[in-house]
């Protein structure tokens, strides 16, 4: 780029250029600069990742100039979500960016939220128990953060009652954001577990050479305002013990119940003789 003179030079075939007198004046010729525009390329990534490779493009480049270029953002590791500018640097390797008019453009980086998965924790209570407190547990965090960074009231619920049955119920979470992380919530399981039912023999006795009396059994550790009539099969109660049994102690011996919601235990009671 610059001024450079246009010169005239008279062609004289015919030999005749001594007849005159000359006079040559000079023009001049302007070199204007060439446009060049370089475009930085837009790109993403999550919160807490690395930036990509950066990239661009150059137009205009004329007679086989060596211009190129490098691309760079603000942000850092640890820069919040938000948008942030990737700017083009040219270098001029041939020093020929002088014959050039440069537009530059940036282009924009994004920087997406990181997913944070939040399990619920399982849980489990018997029949008849009112639901525990839920939980969660957080997977995903970057940048060496933890829980802290999590806020709000986490809620959760399941479907169970204290009346439902044994078996397995889900647990849904929510409730709760944190800067920076898009929250992802996964169901966790709550398992209701048998309830303690004891069947104790009642205590009882009768003298050497009688029958047994009628033999009887208490049961204990009912819930949800159950009786006996929740339970299957039928309770049997027995004794070893004999009309001529000798005189001494015998078991009375409560059996024969099943049920899905309790755990039977059975305690023997004594007959005394």
Known sequence: VGTYPITAALVDPAGKLS???VTTNASTLTVDAAPL???AQD??????????????TINGLQNGDVITATYASTDTVSSPVGTYPIIPTLVDGGGKLSNYTVSTTAGTLTINPAVLTGQADAKSRLYGVANPIFTV???GFVNGQDASVVSGSLSGSTPATTN???GVYPISVGGQSAPNYSLHYVEGALTVG?????VTGDNTNRAYGQANPGLTATISGWVN???VSVLGGALVVSSPAVTNSPVGSYPIIPSGLSSTNYALSYSN?????
């Open 19 to 21: 007849n005159y007198s």
């Open 37 to 39: 525009t370089v475009v």
């Open 43 to 56: 790109a993403s990534r999550t919160y807490g990742g690395s930036d990509p490779a950066f990239g661009g």
């Open 137 to 139: 547990s957080y997977s």
């Open 164 to 166: 439902s049955p044994v």
């Open 194 to 198: 048998a309830a303690q039912l004891l």
């Open 225 to 227: 305002g159950e009786d």
């Open 269 to 273: 009671g004594t007959l005394d003789r």
